[in-house]
């Protein structure tokens, strides 16, 4: 069965300095990877997703993720944080090889970025 | 731009009682989602359609939740005989026909069971 783990209940960071959202997770075969961010009542919304191809992927706002097989993770970086990046960080993985199209979550992760 | 639409926002109700959420997706997708969140968790997966048919079910569903889409248009989440365990955030998600399609989700429907 696929799983998410978020090891990090939340990270702090200060504005300007990079930051990482940790995410490791666990499929039979390969996964498809995404990272979703949830604003105070707000929806949650698409950053950015891995299928296959290049490791470093880059999504919205300026994020990134990459994708290490061999550590089965997918950690969302950031090169300079914002304020406004505060929010809750939600990894996500698809097996398509077994679960079809169904999504799992991992638990999240709040980010505070410190001024 | 008309994103995926949930309604009512909000729903106060006693336990024992039966309620219905209602989803509607963008209108070009059609594969839309069912998730539940409780507070400090991530999105758990309840069900998911392609169309009007239902794929799958997860586990956590229980007999007295029931999800519907007639038409493959809009969604139904009724949930009977409400608990006070059943609070929590109903998220409704749609994403084109694709398997590497990402999740669009609606802002919620909170639901409290007092």
Same mark, same amino acid.
């Given at each position: 069965? %696929?799983?998410?783990?978020?090891?990090?209940? %939340?990270?702090?960071?200060?504005?300007?300095?990079?930051?990482?959202?940790?995410?490791?997770?666990?499929?039979?075969?390969?996964?498809?990877?995404?990272?979703?961010?949830?604003?105070?009542?707000?929806?949650?919304?698409?950053?950015?997703?891995?299928?296959?191809?290049?490791?470093?992927?880059?999504?919205?706002?300026?994020?990134?993720?990459?994708?290490?097989?061999? %550590?089965?993770?997918?950690?969302?970086?950031?090169?300079?944080?914002?304020?406004?990046?505060?929010?809750?960080?939600?990894?996500?993985?698809?097996?398509?090889?077994?679960?079809?199209?169904?999504?799992?979550?991992?638990?999240?992760?709040?980010?505070?970025?410190?001024? | 731009?008309? @994103?995926?639409?949930?309604?009512?926002?909000?729903?106060?109700?006693?336990? @024992?009682?039966?309620?219905?959420?209602?989803?509607?997706?963008?209108?070009?997708?059609?594969?839309?989602?069912?998730? !539940? +969140?409780?507070?400090?968790?991530?999105?758990?997966?309840?069900?998911?359609? +392609?169309?009007? $048919? +239902?794929? &799958?079910?997860? !586990?956590?569903?229980?007999?007295?939740?029931?999800?519907?889409?007639?038409? @493959?248009?809009?969604?139904?989440?009724?949930?009977?005989?409400? &608990?006070?365990?059943?609070? $929590?955030?109903?998220?409704? $998600?749609?994403?084109?026909?694709?398997?590497? @399609?990402?999740?669009?989700?609606?802002?919620?429907?909170?639901?409290?069971?007092?």
């Amino acid at each position: 069965a %696929q799983s998410v783990a978020q090891p990090e209940d %939340q990270v702090n960071v200060a504005e300007g300095n990079p930051l990482t959202v940790k995410c490791t997770y666990s499929v039979s075969g390969n996964p498809y990877l995404f990272w979703y961010v949830q604003y105070p009542n707000r929806g949650l919304q698409f950053l950015l997703k891995y299928i296959t191809g290049d490791n470093l992927v880059k999504g919205s706002y300026g994020f990134e993720a990459e994708f290490n097989k061999s %550590q089965t993770s997918f950690h969302l970086k950031k090169p300079s944080a914002l304020v406004s990046d505060s929010a809750l960080y939600f990894c996500a993985v698809r097996d398509p090889n077994t679960g079809g199209f169904k999504t799992i979550f991992g638990a999240g992760t709040r980010l505070f970025v410190k001024a | 731009d008309t @994103g995926v639409s949930q309604n009512p926002r909000h729903k106060i109700t006693k336990r @024992g009682q039966n309620v219905t959420f209602r989803c509607d997706p963008i209108s070009e997708h059609n594969r839309l989602y069912w998730y !539940r +969140q409780t507070l400090g968790q991530g999105p758990e997966f309840l069900t998911y359609f +392609q169309n009007e $048919a +239902q794929l &799958e079910k997860s !586990r956590l569903l229980s007999d007295r939740f029931s999800a519907e889409r007639p038409k @493959g248009s809009f969604s139904t989440l009724e949930i009977q005989r409400t &608990e006070q365990g059943d609070s $929590a955030m109903y998220l409704c $998600a749609s994403s084109q026909d694709r398997v590497a @399609g990402e999740l669009f989700f609606g802002e919620g429907s909170r639901l409290t069971v007092l």
